[in-house]
């Protein structure tokens, strides 16, 4: 496909439940961002990658938290035991590379809720 | 730290009039600076960005913003609206003194309502 797609884009979990949502960056995209977003609120960054080196992750809320990207293309955030403050929208995003003209290019999300 | 705030978080304007979506910044470094645009069930759509270069910039959609170093802003504008304008805007912000790592900090957002 020609953007950055996500599955599922609705998750129903009941809480304690683990999830797993998957990214597909825009091929050949070295950078790939996780955002969550609150109903209501920005979007805020979780983690990011270079490649399939994790160089950030200090927007991760939480050790239930866990993200990888193992080949350098799809990856996957994990989320271990869910709380229903877990409830948002995850978004993805991919850069082709770090320059002064870059654009991260955004999916549709996953809305996650957790009951 | 760096952060953004959108005054506003509902603005309601008729259809063919000027939009005006604010948007004041706080960074220790020169920022970039970034508009997006976010319709219901959709990811978010770059609508245009201030990377130190012209401090009026040109987005998509007929959007256009100016970098007010003095007094911080990056307000967004349109002179005309149209009904298709109707969305949810974020302002963002990034260091680009982070090389390699341009994670975006979003304001908490600007709805957007153009009225017949």
């Known amino acids: 496909g020609a953007g950055v797609s996500q599955s599922p884009r609705y998750k129903v979990a009941k809480r304690g439940q683990d999830v797993a949502l998957r990214c597909d960056p825009i091929s050949g995209h070295v950078s790939l961002f996780w955002y969550q977003q609150a109903l209501g609120q920005g979007p805020e960054f979780l983690t990011y990658?270079?490649?399939?080196?994790?160089?950030?992750k200090s927007g991760l809320p939480s050790d239930r938290f866990f993200a990888e990207r193992p080949e350098g293309s799809v990856s996957t955030l994990k989320i271990q035991r869910t709380q229903q403050e877990d409830s948002a929208v995850y978004l993805c995003?991919?850069?082709?590379?770090?320059?002064?003209?870059?654009?991260?290019?955004f999916g549709p999300g996953t809305r996650l809720t957790v009951l | 730290a760096q952060s953004v705030t959108q005054l506003g978080s509902h603005v309601s304007v008729s259809e063919g009039a000027l939009v005006l979506l604010r948007c004041n910044y706080s960074s220790s470094v020169p920022p970039y600076l970034f508009w997006y645009v976010q319709y219901p069930n959709q990811g978010l759509q770059l609508l245009l960005k201030?990377?130190?270069?012209?401090?009026l910039v040109k987005g998509i959609n007929g959007f256009e913003a100016e970098f007010k170093k003095s007094e911080t802003s990056f307000h967004l504008t349109k002179p005309s609206a149209h009904m298709s304008d109707a969305a949810e805007y974020f302002c963002?912000?990034?260091?680009?003194?982070?090389?390699?790592?341009?994670?975006?900090?979003f304001g908490t957002g600007t709805r957007l309502t153009i009225i017949p």
């Open positions: 990658f270079q490649n399939e080196a994790q160089l950030d």
């Open positions: 963002a912000v990034s260091d680009p003194s982070s090389f390699g790592n341009e994670k975006l900090t």
């Open positions: 995003a991919s850069s082709l590379e770090w320059t002064e003209n870059n654009e991260q290019f």
């Open positions: 201030y990377t130190s270069a012209a401090t």
